[in-house]
């Protein structure tokens, strides 16, 4: 497999440090609100990169942290005149419901800053033995001159960066691109004890502390959003290589942006949209599509005809799952060739393909799409065909759903005794050409929510 680097801006090959086995780190939200369709995009693209690491037989560590302490959440615990821990658990628990939501399973290890003192305090303690940090008045620092390296993942020299950035100037820091790793604490706010007094961890500090501590000093790859890149992951990077005396991750994956009506989504311009809001218009499953429908480094434009369009694309693979199950519980045994199989075979060797040059989703879909189209006529014609050729294109398209995380709105419900025992006296009664007493058992069925369809393969009944 082949992704591209943003540490080297290049396609590179995917090699893992210990042989089948991924460790990956997602920076995961600040829980201070709902997630908005911005957090929502990294959030659904690295599940199913790890789902589909592990179709490609790798054993997959995800470690992706909750930031249940901040500047945000200490501001709208203040507004609402609450704990700041009250706010971060209320957000942790709708973040979990959008998260369930849109198919998103749960991290190996969700790890919280509020849990992860001792380990932030041990390595901000390592950075200020080695020189690479200093304390003032109850603030610590990381020297960002001394790590020579510092810009490697943005690809921009410390001058430049500075120049580029607005930056804190401050008496009490040595040089003004220097980024606190450990803040005093203010009145009011949570803090805990530290060899610097009380305070709480600077932004950066926390991810270094909790993906070094549960993956290891270097990990296979470190992911996130392209907004993260400076300032949030170079100062990973920066404090982590300092520390450890390692490289930090292998390879780093950025998604793209999220515009709305082709504008920068901001509350400013009111576009922004949280997920929730989202999904009560349009179902979360039509978000989980819209997220993999184009290549992860790809901006994605947002509104409604895009969501509707996926809405769309989606109502087409459902009806397909139905109609090859449906196939399936009609055909019968029947020649079934080398030619046919290599066919359906060469479907999932396209999907591997699209996956594995740099996760391009968008093109796997396509390849399902055109498994569909291959398979339809052999379900929907006049002549069905083998159930060993329906079987295994049906075992294909489920493979590969299953990866991408979608279909998972079909539960199959139990029809109940009553519209069973109807539609076998519809049967009956059409057997014995009395269309009278067919049709008025059609309508009974009706008014108990389904609807009978005639097709060439038989009768199929309908949940409205």
């Known amino acids: 497999m082949k992704v591209y680097n943003t540490l080297t801006r290049q396609k590179e090959e995917f090699k893992t440090i210990h042989p089948n ?29 790890r789902s589909y690491f592990e179709f490609r037989g790798y054993k997959v560590k995800f470690v992706q942290n909750f930031t249940d302490v901040d500047d945000k959440i200490i501001k709208k615990a203040n507004e609402e ?50 020189g690479y940090a200093y304390e003032s008045q109850g603030d610590v620092y990381f020297r960002t001159t001394k790590f020579k390296e510092y810009g490697k993942l943005s690809h921009m020299p410390l001058e430049d960066l500075e120049a580029g950035n607005r930056v804190e100037v401050s008496d009490i820091k040595e040089d003004p691109m220097d980024f606190a790793v450990w803040k005093a604490a203010k009145p009011g706010e949570p803090a805990w004890d530290s060899p610097w007094g009380k305070g709480r961890p600077g ?23 392209q907004d993260l890149i400076f300032p949030h992951h170079e100062n990973e990077i920066a404090q982590s290589e300092c520390a450890t005396g390692a490289v930090f991750a292998n390879y780093w994956m950025h998604n793209g942006y999220i515009n709305v009506d082709n504008r920068k989504m901001s509350k400013s311009l009111g576009n ?36 509707e369009q996926c809405k769309a694309s989606l109502e087409r693979m459902y009806n397909f799952k139905k109609n090859i199950a449906f196939a399936l519980s009609k055909a019968e045994d029947g020649e079934f060739t080398d030619k046919q199989k290599e066919a359906i075979l060469a479907r999932k060797q396209q999907f591997i393909d699209a996956m594995e040059d740099d996760f391009n989703t968008a093109d796997a879909i396509s390849a399902v799409f055109e498994l569909i189209r291959d398979i339809n006529p052999l379900i929907s014609g006049e002549t069905l065909g083998s159930k060993q050729h329906i079987a295994l294109a ?56 389904y609807a009978i369809e005639e097709t060439r393969q038989g009768t199929k009944l309908i949940k409205k």
């Not at 959008?98 to 399973?105: E, F, I, T």
């Not at 749960?106 to 001792?118: E, F, G, R």
Request: aromatic share 10%.
């Open 21 to 49: 086995e991924v460790d990956m780190y997602a920076c995961g939200p600040t829980v201070y609100n709902y997630i908005h369709i911005g957090n929502a995009r990294p959030i659904i693209v690295f599940d199913c990169l």
């Open 81 to 130: 005149g609450v704990e700041a821990s009250e706010i971060s658990e209320k957000y942790i628990k709708e973040y979990e419901k959008d998260a369930k939501g849109l198919n998103v399973r749960p991290a190996t290890i969700h790890p919280k800053v509020t849990q992860s003192m001792d380990m932030i305090i041990d390595i901000v303690q390592h950075l200020v033995d080695n």
């Open 203 to 225: 932004w950066h500090i926390e991810c270094s502390a909790m993906a070094t501590n549960y993956l290891g000093k270097t990990i296979d790859l470190h992911c996130g959003g």
């Open 272 to 307: 922004f949209f949280t997920v929730r809001e989202v999904a009560e218009k349009f179902g979360y499953e039509p978000i989980r599509y819209m997220m993999l429908q184009a290549h992860y480094r790809s901006p994605i434009n947002y509104n409604v005809e895009v969501i």
């Open 394 to 449: 049906k075992e294909i398209f489920d493979e590969l759903i299953g990866v991408l995380g979608l279909l998972y709105n079909d539960k199959e419900e139990e029809i109940p005794a009553e519209v069973t025992a109807l539609v076998e006296q519809r049967a009956a009664a059409r057997k014995e050409k009395n269309f009278k007493l067919a049709d008025e058992l059609r309508d009974r069925i009706g008014e108990l929510g």
